[in-house]
């Protein structure tokens, strides 16, 4: 019998008191109330997350920087830029958030489970290595995935980005090397401007990075062709030993931050391919880790779906 997706999720998370800003702390928790109103948090491994060091941080992002927001949170919090702010407890927050990844990696490939979805804000996928941009800090996903590589002797990682901003800083991460096989999917025009399909990798890593940039009101019917024709061959002839999720549900058709017409419907569909290649390439190893997603109702629905897929169960005949 197959075991449920386990979850990362923590009430400290809500300690990145941003206020009335779009990326806040009630996305948590109604993600939460709806799981547990739906009843996916019954029979279910739920983790608590262990803070990352500084020297885990440190495989990606430059020290200057790490040093730069723990002083910056420590002086009272300011904004990194319009749209990025951190408070006192940042800091702490954003190591717990990058805990979180790493420890997700580590249980999938210690073979104590072989799913996780985590939940931790700040968010990650823009955070490049001396930059903190559009509401990410530390980026989770790429700290995890070099975690995985530098430290657990893995030698190729699926990085698949759904989330409906291009993951600049996870690109930025891997853009030069061949262990990393990063997929984005997402709105173009739209933040932070980058993601083009000339974007290939250099070096190394030329022909790794897979941009899919989409016009504004692309749905469920052209993510999926695309998962079919072009990311699930890719990723399949790519054998990742681990494939991780940048997992954002901005995308979604009523998400106020941007213009796609994606449902849970698809979001389910998108993650029952992803656990398929995963079962198919990677011994079953897949992690997703939360990153956007701005409407409470859409994104908790949606989550739900992901969960469904991922774990094989008849989706929801009308999604409330």
Same mark, same amino acid.
């Given at each position: 019998?197959?075991?449920?997706?386990?979850?990362?999720?923590?009430?400290?998370?809500?300690?990145?008191?941003?206020? @009335?800003?779009?990326?806040?702390?009630?996305?948590?928790?109604?993600?939460?109330?709806?799981?547990?109103l739906?009843?996916?948090?019954?029979?279910?491994?739920?983790?608590?997350?262990?803070?990352?060091t500084p020297?885990?941080?440190?495989?990606?992002?430059?020290?200057?920087?790490?040093?730069?927001?723990?002083?910056?949170?420590?002086?009272?919090?300011?904004?990194?830029?319009?749209?990025?702010?951190?408070?006192?407890?940042?800091?702490?927050?954003?190591?717990? %958030?990058?805990?979180?990844?790493?420890? %997700?990696?580590?249980?999938?490939?210690d073979?104590?489970?072989?799913?996780?979805?985590?939940?931790?804000?700040?968010?990650?996928?823009?955070?490049?290595?001396?930059?903190?941009?559009?509401?990410?800090?530390?980026?989770?996903?790429?700290?995890? %995935?070099?975690?995985a590589?530098?430290?657990?002797?893995l030698?190729?990682?699926?990085?698949?980005?759904?989330?409906?901003?291009?993951?600049?800083?996870?690109?930025?991460?891997?853009?030069?090397?061949?262990?990393?096989?990063?997929? @984005?999917?997402?709105? @173009?025009?739209?933040?932070?401007?980058?993601?083009?399909?000339?974007?290939?990798?250099?070096?190394?890593?030329?022909?790794?990075?897979?941009?899919?940039?989409?016009?504004?009101?692309?749905?469920?019917?052209?993510?999926?062709?695309?998962?079919?024709?072009?990311?699930?061959?890719?990723?399949?002839?790519?054998?990742?030993?681990?494939?991780?999720?940048?997992?954002?549900?901005?995308?979604?058709?009523?998400?106020?931050?941007?213009?796609?017409?994606?449902?849970?419907?698809?979001?389910?569909?998108?993650?029952?391919?992803?656990?398929?290649? %995963?079962?198919?390439?990677?011994?079953?190893?897949?992690?997703?880790?939360?990153?956007?997603?701005?409407?409470?109702?859409?994104?908790?629905?949606?989550?739900?779906?992901?969960?469904?897929?991922?774990?094989?169960?008849?989706?929801?005949?009308?999604?409330?």
């Amino acid at each position: 019998m197959d075991i449920p997706t386990a979850l990362v999720l923590s009430d400290r998370f809500r300690l990145h008191d941003t206020g @009335s800003h779009p990326e806040n702390a009630q996305r948590l928790v109604a993600i939460e109330r709806h799981l547990r109103l739906r009843g996916l948090l019954a029979d279910r491994t739920v983790l608590e997350p262990e803070p990352a060091t500084p020297a885990d941080v440190g495989l990606v992002h430059d020290q200057e920087y790490i040093r730069f927001i723990e002083q910056l949170c420590h002086g009272g919090g300011a904004y990194l830029d319009s749209d990025t702010y951190v408070c006192p407890q940042t800091y702490e927050t954003a190591l717990l %958030a990058v805990g979180a990844a790493i420890g %997700a990696v580590d249980r999938v490939l210690d073979g104590d489970l072989r799913r996780v979805f985590a939940f931790p804000r700040p968010p990650g996928h823009h955070a490049e290595r001396r930059r903190g941009m559009g509401f990410c800090i530390f980026n989770n996903v790429a700290i995890a %995935a070099r975690h995985a590589l530098d430290r657990r002797g893995l030698r190729r990682v699926a990085i698949i980005d759904w989330d409906v901003h291009h993951g600049n800083g996870t690109q930025e991460a891997f853009y030069d090397t061949d262990e990393v096989l990063f997929v @984005s999917l997402h709105q @173009s025009p739209l933040y932070p401007g980058t993601g083009g399909r000339d974007e290939e990798g250099s070096g190394y890593g030329q022909g790794y990075t897979l941009n899919l940039p989409l016009p504004p009101g692309t749905g469920d019917a052209t993510y999926l062709r695309l998962f079919d024709e072009v990311v699930g061959p890719r990723i399949l002839s790519y054998v990742p030993e681990l494939i991780l999720v940048s997992a954002g549900f901005d995308a979604h058709r009523d998400d106020p931050l941007a213009l796609m017409e994606v449902t849970e419907q698809g979001f389910y569909a998108m993650a029952s391919r992803v656990r398929e290649w %995963a079962d198919r390439c990677s011994h079953g190893r897949l992690v997703l880790v939360l990153e956007g997603g701005y409407n409470q109702r859409a994104l908790a629905a949606s989550v739900e779906a992901t969960l469904r897929g991922l774990d094989q169960l008849p989706p929801m005949e009308a999604w409330t």
